[in-house]
C-alpha cells in the first residue's frame, strides 16, 4: 500500500509565503513524476507544477516565477514553495505521485488561504 501525506497548508496574508510538503510511504520501488495541483471552489482541479525524477519541472502560467517545485529522492518527498501568494491561490492544493510498479497516488489534500 502506499500513502501521501501533505502538510504545510494554512492561512497567509497577500505576499506572504508557504511551504507545502507531501511524503510518500509504502511499498514503493520509485517514483517517476510527481507533482502539485490545486482546486479552488467551484471550479476543476487544475496543475500547478511538476517535476520528474531527474528533476525537470513544468509550471502553471499563474505561478510562473512564484512557486517552485523541488524533491527528495531519497525521502519520497516533494516540496512546493510558493512566494508571493495572492488571493486566487486560495485553495485545496494535492499532490500526484506516479509510483513505478503501482500507478497514480493523490494526497489527501491541504488547505491554502490567502487573505488579510
Known amino acids: 500500500q502506499v500513502q501521501l501525506v501533505e502538510s504545510g497548508g494554512g492561512l497567509v496574508q497577500p505576499g506572504g509565503s508557504l511551504r507545502l510538503s507531501c511524503a510518500a510511504s509504502?511499498?514503493?520501488?520509485?517514483?517517476?513524476?510527481m507533482g502539485w495541483y490545486r482546486q479552488a471552489p467551484g471550479k476543476e482541479r487544475e496543475l500547478v507544477a511538476t517535476?520528474?525524477?531527474?528533476?525537470?519541472?513544468n509550471y502553471a502560467d499563474s505561478v510562473k516565477g512564484r512557486f517552485t517545485i523541488s524533491r527528495d529522492n531519497a525521502k519520497n518527498t516533494v516540496y512546493l514553495q510558493m512566494n508571493s501568494l495572492k488571493p486566487e491561490d486560495t485553495a485545496v492544493y494535492y499532490c500526484?505521485?506516479?509510483?513505478?510498479?503501482?500507478?497514480?497516488?493523490w494526497g489527501q489534500g491541504t488547505q491554502v488561504t490567502v487573505s488579510s
Open positions: 500526484k505521485a506516479n509510483i513505478i510498479l503501482r500507478g497514480l497516488y
Open positions: 509504502g511499498s514503493i520501488f520509485s517514483i517517476s513524476t
Open positions: 517535476i520528474t525524477s531527474g528533476g525537470n519541472t
